[in-house]
């Protein structure tokens, strides 16, 4: 029993050993040690980005390969790496009627299916834990009993954080050494979307399903037994080892999107840039018709011009609303402001005085309004006008400010008049020109009274000299 312990040294379990069993013991060293050391890889290397970490994105990119013909060897354990979101989805499936494996994702557990040999009985193993968090997980399945045609299944994830063994026995992966098919990130036919995540170089009893073609020149491959690359689509490698994510790069409250080989910011409304670091500035597109801009974060403010309002100043105040003009006259509005324009005989800014009497004469050569009743003659050809008193000007339109020269004295208030001045005294002065100070009050009322004497005794005078002379002999009579 000599070859069964060698075979024990590597957990491969025997039920005899003999000379007709030597080849199958050969391979199932080979293959245990190609297991060994795929184990030892996996935990070594773990989730190590590197040219054999490919990412999928979608059924698109979904690829399959086949057996090249010249495999002899059992195919007893399946090992690969995984990294997505997704809920529900194919990682591997691969059928030849009735055997098929599937190792998938449904609702949020990995699960393996098997149906191999000559029972119709599917073997069903699953995760305990989610597998869809965006991280790398190292999977194993593997048969306890490599020798025999009918073994129990084994289930390692992350090196025996989430393991199970099943309870009943079903066949090896043999049939995938015919001419099958095997789907890596989708499968055939079916309703779900491909993968959308990672998946490490898969090893099948040590042979590699490489991602690169024979004519690729990445690899050799000095083994004979092979599982080559059928699909024409070329495969994108280098998925990042984390979740760049993790790490926050958007800023401004952008939202990272994990993309495995890279990422990408959305950003929030008014940021741009790889890191939503660049604030947009609305205001580059001049959106304030009459005013200033003011940029802010994803808005922006326009301080308007005098005379604009509105969101972009783009509307024109009515100044009219309000307006003064008099009279009957139209208001016209303005950028800020309003101009009235009169009717009748109506003028001044806001209408309210009389238009000036006017007188109009013209020859051959000129037309002449003369103004406030001025006269309009003709001198040598040339019109002019003759201005009456108190008006001055080319057309007598100047009515002259007799209180120009400060005429009312005492402090007393000058009111320009036709031709005239008017004087408004305070209470302690009197006078055409306010020159009286009647402040004293004595001194107006002796005057006051003198005056009003003087009156009476001219009056009396008068009368005496009116009366005739009495005969005083006649009144005897």
Same mark, same amino acid.
């Given at each position: ?95 030849? =009627? ?14 393996? $299916? ?18 869809? =968090? ?14 025999? $045609? ?7 994830? =992350?090196? !025996? ?72 689509? *070329? ?49 580059? *597109? ?26 972009? &100043?783009?509307?024109?105040? #009515? ?13 016209? #509005? ?16 806001? &209408? ?11 020859? !051959? ?49 000058? $009111? ?15 006078? !055409? ?21 003087? $009156? ?10 009116? !009366? ?10």
């Amino acid at each position: 029993m000599e070859c069964c312990s060698e075979i024990y040294r590597y957990n491969v379990k025997c039920s005899m050993c003999n000379e007709a069993n030597a080849t199958r013991f050969i391979d199932a060293v080979l293959s245990a040690l190609a297991f060994r050391a795929a184990r030892k890889m996996a935990a070594l290397l773990g989730n190590a980005p590197g040219i054999t970490n490919a990412v999928f994105s979608g059924r698109n990119s979904a690829i399959f390969f086949r057996s090249n013909g010249k495999i002899r060897r059992d195919l007893t354990n399946i090992v690969f790496g995984f990294r997505t979101r997704d809920t529900d989805v194919i990682l591997l499936y691969a059928e030849k =009627d009735p055997e098929f494996l599937t190792i998938n994702i449904q609702n949020m557990k990995l699960v393996f $299916q098997l149906q191999s040999g000559n029972t119709f009985y599917t073997l069903n193993l699953s995760s305990s834990q989610p597998v869809n =968090d965006g991280k790398w997980h190292q999977v194993i399945f593997s048969m306890t009993e490599p020798l025999s $045609q009918s073994s129990r299944w084994h289930f390692d994830m =992350d090196d !025996e954080q989430d393991s199970v063994t099943s309870t009943v026995s079903t066949g090896n992966l043999n049939f995938l050494r015919d001419e099958t098919d095997i789907y890596l990130a989708d499968r055939a036919f079916d309703s779900l979307d491909g993968l959308r995540g990672c998946m490490s170089t898969v090893e099948i009893s040590g042979i590699h399903l490489s991602y690169f073609d024979n004519t690729d020149g990445h690899t050799k491959k000095p083994q004979e037994e092979q599982f080559l690359k059928v699909s024409a689509n *070329s495969v994108v490698t280098g998925c990042l080892q984390l979740d760049s994510c993790n790490m926050n790069p958007c800023t401004h409250d952008g939202i990272c999107e994990d993309f495995y080989s890279y990422y990408r910011c959305i950003c929030a409304k008014g940021r741009t840039g790889a890191h939503c670091e660049i604030n947009i500035d609305e205001c580059t *597109s001049n959106p304030c018709v009459h005013g200033n801009c003011s940029d802010g974060i994803a808005s922006y403010k326009c301080v308007c011009d005098p005379g604009f309002q509105g969101m972009r &100043c783009e509307e024109d105040i #009515d100044d009219c609303r309000g307006h003064l003009c008099a009279n009957g006259a139209t208001c016209i #509005d303005e950028v800020n402001s309003y101009s009235c324009l009169c009717t009748g005989n109506f003028t001044g800014r806001f &209408c309210r005085r009389m238009r000036p009497p006017f007188t109009v004469c013209r020859n !051959e050569k000129e037309n002449l309004t003369c103004y406030n009743h001025g006269n309009c003659t003709e001198f040598q050809g040339r019109l002019e006008c003759t201005c009456l008193a108190g008006f001055a000007g080319p057309r007598c339109e100047v009515d002259i400010n007799e209180c120009s020269s400060d005429p009312c004295l005492n402090g007393g208030l000058c $009111q320009n008049r036709l031709n005239k001045f008017q004087c408004i005294c305070d209470i302690n002065h009197a006078g !055409e020109q306010c020159e009286i100070d009647v402040s004293d009050i004595s001194f107006f009322v002796s005057v006051f009274l003198w005056q009003n004497l003087f $009156q009476l005794l001219s009056y009396l005078i008068l009368r005496m000299d009116d !009366e005739p002379a009495v005969e005083w002999d006649d009144q005897e009579d």
